[in-house]
């Protein structure tokens, strides 16, 4: 059974950073793209970042120079460095694989990221 782990979200104020991490199999981790979205209170799940096995990534135009998306190939985890934090990124923040050949896509359990004062 193929997860992804996810940990770091939490509560911030704005102009705040937080990372999040996934981690998941070497075999799903080496052969797939992974990424991130999020889902806001109201409104559909959305695109954040994504970074395919040989490191090319994509970002939505709302966290552009706000976040940065990374991976250990060694550790078997991505990341999502998260700066400059606003109100409008409160959401459950979900990791994400599309699969391909050999597997569906998964999603991780999601963890949420509060940014209040």
């Known amino acids: 059974q193929v997860q992804l782990v996810e940990s770091g979200g939490g509560l911030v104020q704005p102009g705040g950073s937080l990372r999040l991490s996934c981690g998941t199999s070497r075999r799903i981790f080496s052969m797939y793209t992974m990424g991130w979205y999020r889902q806001a209170p109201g409104k559909q799940r959305e695109l954040v970042a994504t970074?395919?096995?040989?490191?090319?990534?994509n970002y939505a135009d709302s966290v552009k120079g706000r976040f940065t998306i990374s991976r250990d190939n060694a550790k078997n985890t991505v990341f999502l460095q998260m700066n400059s934090l606003k109100p409008e990124d409160t959401a459950v923040y979900y990791c994400?694989?599309?699969?391909?050949?050999?597997?569906?896509?998964?999603w991780g359990q999601g963890t949420q990221v509060t940014v209040s004062s």
């Open positions: 970074i395919t096995s040989t490191g090319r990534i």
């Open positions: 994400h694989t599309p699969g391909g050949t050999y597997d569906p896509q998964y």
